[in-house]
């Protein structure tokens, strides 16, 4: 069974940038792929990007097309989910989800009933 970390979290301002981490404690972590999602309060949970288990396909809501960019390094078990051009509404808190997958599978989901595995989140606040 797979754990997630997740850090980088913090306070923001508009146009800024932050970097998220997710770090896995599972030595088969490239097995899994990897989902970030985003709740913000009062909302309902939203799909950010996933990227699949070697890293060749990646995945993202439109919402933040052209500002994320999920990548991995599978050597140090570690997703990470780099913020730019950050806005207000990117305020949130970020989890990491994982599920595994059989080797050649590249898809990735971006419903988070298809994950298994999730972090404890961590807050994202971007002030205007």
């Known amino acids: 069974q797979v754990q997630l970390v997740e850090s980088g979290g913090g306070l923001a301002q508009a146009g800024g940038s932050l970097r998220l981490s997710c770090a896995a404690s599972e030595r088969t972590f490239s097995s899994y792929t990897i989902g970030w999602f985003r709740q913000a309060p009062g909302k309902e949970r939203e799909f950010v990007a996933a990227i699949s288990r070697s890293g060749g396909s990646t995945y993202y809501g439109d919402s933040v097309k052209g500002r994320f960019t999920i990548s991995r390094n599978n050597a140090l078990n570690t997703v990470y989910l780099q913020m730019n051009s950050l806005k207000p509404e990117d305020t949130a808190v970020y989890y990491c989800?994982?599920?595994?997958?059989?080797?050649?599978?590249?898809?990735?989901?971006?419903?988070?009933?298809?994950?298994?595995?999730w972090g404890q989140g961590t807050q994202v606040t971007v002030s205007s």
């Open positions: 989800a994982a599920i595994q997958v059989s080797p050649g599978i590249e898809l990735a989901p971006i419903r988070a009933e298809y994950y298994d595995y």
